[in-house]
């Protein structure tokens, strides 16, 4: 049987195969004149496929001709009998079974000579993070990268957290989180994620939060000041690159990754739960506060296209709250837009600090007690407190 070109018998081998298993011997003429077709190309399908056999001829015929033909006359046809399809298939599968355990002898060997290294490499690591030299490492191929968390992730044995700023995530990226992340859940290895407040309204982040959070995984989004991140267990982090979203540092500096769990978990404390069915009430409450990061970042200065990458949306739909927010100041331009917001911010400041300055200096006083003319849901900065 042909099985580079297909792996099914053609339908007239499956033909003359039930032709050859209800009788003890045939010629290609008799199975031709049954079947009423030609059945040379059958009979070459099933004698590749070991599945018929030609029958031995007597070793005299009874004239005294060897080969049962008299003198002169033509030779007797090859007669075929129908071999079991499980003699056929020992037959046809042996080479490869050969080749199967050919190969796995030299992967053995393979990982043999490959793990020979290993004493080595575990020496090596243990020298090289004791004197902190490669504590940090540049990576810049895709590929690597990829592969890189990939053993990250999978070597983790108590936790990993992430941070992965710009909105909702792609579906393909998605997709290969979910199996990797599932994987890991399920070993009983805790997770924490932070995205921003725009990716509540992607739906494949939505369902890939839905998901995991099902297995134990803990999400939380904030409005602004999210760096990309990875950390695995506390002591490997991967870090963005700036201007350079397909690299990142690995960072396997005690003191470094320390700073970077503790960035983690001041973000964290302020971030929201979140939730994959958003409410009225949420949704505007997360509205106001990406308004309000828009309305700093105004102030500072900042371009559209930058304010709009740092808050994980499109920047057509950060133009748009810059043109509410423009209308609610009576700002003509971005420029008056940014200079009345800094000037109500300013007077905003200089007006908790005088507020301060004014209450009398109690040190019995609970200090929990905030200033006079100071509402109590604020911070001692006078902005609102976060809980």
Not at 287 to 301: C, M
Not at 338 to 353: I, N, P, Q
Request: hydrophobic share 40%.
């Amino acid at each position: 049987m042909p099985s580079d070109e297909t792996d099914q018998l053609s339908s007239v081998a499956r033909r003359l195969y039930a032709y050859a298993a209800e009788r003890y011997a045939f010629s290609e003429t008799e199975a031709a004149e049954s079947l009423g077709e030609s059945v040379g190309a059958g009979l070459a399908e099933l004698a590749a496929a070991h599945l018929i056999q030609p029958r031995s001829l007597p070793a005299a015929a009874p004239d005294g001709g060897a080969d049962g033909t008299g003198d002169g006359a033509e030779p007797a046809p090859v007669r075929w009998s129908a071999v079991s399809p499980r003699a056929a298939v020992a037959r046809t599968l042996a080479p490869l079974a050969l080749r199967v355990r050919e190969t796995h002898d030299e992967m053995d060997r393979l990982r043999e000579r490959l793990e020979e290294l290993l004493p080595s490499y575990e020496a090596g690591t243990d020298l090289r993070d004791r004197g902190g030299a490669n504590a940090l490492e540049l990576v810049t191929d895709p590929a690597a990268l990829q592969d890189l968390i990939g053993e990250l992730v999978a070597s983790a044995a108590t936790e990993v957290l992430t941070c992965h700023p710009g909105g909702g995530r792609s579906t393909a990226t998605l997709e290969g989180a979910v199996v990797r992340d599932e994987a890991m859940l399920t070993r009983g290895v805790r997770m924490r994620t932070l995205y921003q407040h725009t990716a509540r309204y992607s739906r494949p982040t939505a369902a890939y939060v839905e998901r995991v959070t099902a297995l134990g995984s803990q999400v939380r989004t904030v409005g602004d000041g999210l760096m990309r991140m990875i950390l695995v267990d506390r002591h490997t982090g991967l870090m963005e690159v700036q201007d350079d979203i397909k690299a990142a540092l690995v960072v396997r500096e005690p003191n470094v990754v320390h700073f970077m769990v503790q960035t983690f978990e001041r973000c964290w404390s302020e971030a929201e739960p979140f939730s994959t069915t958003i409410g009225p009430e949420q949704a505007r409450s997360i509205s106001d506060e990406l308004r309000q990061t828009i309305v700093r970042l105004l102030a500072e200065g900042l371009e559209d296209k930058v304010i709009a990458r740092r808050l994980g949306m499109s920047e057509r739909t950060c133009q748009r709250h810059i043109a509410e927010i423009m209308r609610a100041v009576g700002a003509k331009s971005r420029f008056q837009a940014g200079f009345l917001l800094s000037a109500t911010a300013a007077a905003s400041a200089a007006s908790a600090a005088s507020a301060a300055s004014a209450a009398p200096a109690d040190a019995s006083a609970p200090l929990t007690r905030p200033p006079a003319g100071v509402p109590e849901s604020a911070a001692p900065d006078g902005t609102a407190g976060t809980s």
